[in-house]
């Protein structure tokens, strides 16, 4: 099983990016996905959650300016990420809870991580 995160680039403050990130190989199930970010220099920080039923998490910083959301049939999250500024500047990495076709729980499968960078 793997995650493949993409849509990342050079946007300006005020603009908008969208993120896509599609698991792979033996998917059963994916219980949670979601998006972490890391900014230089600082520690991994949750961005935002959706679970299968699509009740959504967010945090304070994403809340009124970012939509996490998914497509269940395609294995895909995604992360519209509007009003951009540049303190969201960080590689942004996708996660999903999976359960896989030989009934293995994998709860945190990491995606290789796309960079976001805001200019002023």
């Known amino acids: 099983v793997q995650l493949q995160a993409s849509g990342g680039g050079l946007v300006q403050a005020g603009g908008s990016l969208r993120l896509s990130c599609v698991a792979s190989?033996?998917?059963?199930?994916?219980?949670?996905m979601g998006w972490y970010r890391q900014a230089a220099g600082k520690e991994r920080e949750l961005v935002a959650s959706i679970d299968n039923d699509g009740r959504a998490n967010y945090a304070d910083s994403a809340k009124g300016r970012f939509t996490i959301s998914r497509d269940n049939a395609k294995n895909t999250v995604y992360l519209q990420m509007n009003s951009l500024k540049p303190e969201d500047t960080a590689v942004y990495y996708c996660?999903?809870?999976?359960?896989?076709?030989?009934?293995?729980?994998?709860?945190?499968?990491w995606g290789q991580g796309t960079l976001v960078t805001v200019s002023s």
């Open positions: 190989g033996s998917v059963l199930v994916i219980n949670f």
């Open positions: 996660y999903a809870d999976i359960w896989t076709v030989t009934r293995i729980r994998a709860p945190y499968v």
